[in-house]
């Protein structure tokens, strides 16, 4: 698996993508306008594929412990159902997440120090975060991020919950760190740094540990504490998640490989991420709630998704829906892909007049420039590119799969 900051660039890339999109007023296309046939063999795919492909059993044990990553996400609360004031979700955070060494490490070590985690989470399998802000500017923000740790068994689970909690912060030489509690769960293991305005903790239920990290990065350049306003979302967080995890199965460690890779059948019509695009956020598969962690803005993109009846979001080398039916795909896609003054027209790709691209001119930094989406029956789809071409190839393919696997 190749590591680069690829996916970083197009995950960041995608959030600007819908959230100018959704803010466009008026779209002007005609989606009631007969789409043309297409004659797959004169489409330009380049090297792409573009027949579906059959994923079969897990390659290794990464796979799927990734794949329970991914089930535990759909059942995870977003940040905004906890405190709905965290309505901004940073772009290019870390989902799904094995060992520090094993994958890009969860954003709990964007505070917490990585050095021991291998050691001090023996039995962990894998977990997932869920990151939210009330404000994409940090400084005027403060900050949640919550993560379930799925262990093997309840002691190993209960055993890292204590180990993890003596990890060192960041800047901890600087700024102290000291033991702390929550009034709600004295069960938990609580650690707060005052100067830096962030309170982190561990508690284990079952075979899960939920770490919730709140910081007050506004408090922490105004000079102020507010122990009591981290400690009540804190708690806020581990009621929300214990709530949610009741809804979730954890496989058995020894069934893990038994477990199919893709159960509903959408990344083996999804276009496979090529080597040299990132693995930041691992390809995989979310139901409606699950994939509402990726989006900056989850509210407003809940809307659109629910009114297109999405029910099931493939990423892998793009993003690709399921929608209710194909009128609903088309809306969807009509949504997504309007111009507005950062967004301008490109051309489609050769021989598929009906898919749009866009061209992204705007003040974001590493946002990818070019966007390509299509619909075929109920599934939309869209790619992004640094080259129109690729964009255009990759949509293409796309396209050629979708027909393909009738």
Not at 7 to 34: K, N, P, Y
Not at 114 to 130: P, Q, R, T, V
Not at 247 to 258: G, I, L, Q, R, Y
Not at 369 to 386: I, N, Q
Request: hydrophobic fraction near 35%; proline fraction near 7%; glycine fraction near 6%.
């Amino acid at each position: 698996m190749q590591l680069t900051a690829r996916s970083h660039r197009f995950r960041a890339g995608v959030a600007i993508l819908f959230t100018c999109a959704l803010a466009a007023v008026g779209c002007g296309s005609d989606s009631e306008a007969a789409e043309p046939a297409v004659d797959l063999a004169q489409l330009d795919v380049g090297g792409y594929a573009t027949l579906p492909r059959e994923l079969g059993a897990p390659k290794n044990k990464d796979v799927p412990r990734f794949v329970e990553a991914q089930r535990l996400g759909n059942v995870m609360p977003l940040p905004v159902e906890i405190d709905p004031n965290l309505v901004y979700q940073p772009p290019g955070t870390v989902r799904p997440f094995l060992l520090p060494d094993e994958s890009h490490p969860s954003p709990i070590h964007r505070w917490i120090k990585e050095d021991n985690f291998a050691n001090d989470a023996k039995g962990f399998i894998s977990g997932f975060s869920a990151t939210g802000s009330s404000n994409k500017v940090n400084s005027l923000a403060y900050t949640l991020s919550t993560s379930v740790l799925i262990f093997s068994d309840a002691k190993s689970a209960t055993e890292a919950a204590a180990n993890l909690s003596r990890a060192g912060f960041y800047e901890d030489d600087k700024y102290p760190v000291e033991p702390a509690k929550l009034a709600e769960y004295p069960e938990a293991h609580v650690r707060y740094q005052p100067g830096m305005q962030v309170l982190a903790s561990w508690l284990a239920t079952d075979e899960f540990v939920i770490v919730t990290i709140a910081s007050n990065w506004m408090n922490k350049v105004l000079g102020e504490s507010d122990l009591p306003g981290l400690s009540a979302l804190s708690e806020k967080a581990i009621a929300a998640t214990n709530t949610s995890l009741e809804k979730f199965e954890p496989t058995p460690p020894d069934k893990m490989m038994e477990n199919s890779i893709d159960p509903d059948g959408m990344r083996s019509i999804s276009l496979r991420r090529p080597e040299g695009d990132s693995f930041l956020n691992v390809p995989g598969t979310y139901d409606l709630h699950g994939s509402l962690h990726f989006p900056t803005d989850p509210v407003q993109r809940r809307q659109e998704l629910e009114e297109a009846g999405v029910d099931r979001v493939a990423y892998d080398a793009g993003e690709l829906y399921r929608t209710a039916d194909a009128e609903s795909a088309r809306e969807l896609m009509e949504k997504s892909s309007e111009l507005n003054r950062f967004f301008r027209s490109a051309d489609s790709p050769k021989g598929l007049p009906q898919a749009t691209c866009t061209e992204y001119k705007g003040p974001a930094q590493g946002a990818i420039r070019f966007y390509c989406h299509v619909t075929y029956d109920r599934y939309y789809a869209f790619m992004g590119a640094e080259q129109l071409l690729d964009a255009q190839q990759r949509i293409s393919a796309q396209y050629a799969i979708l027909a393909n696997s009738e």
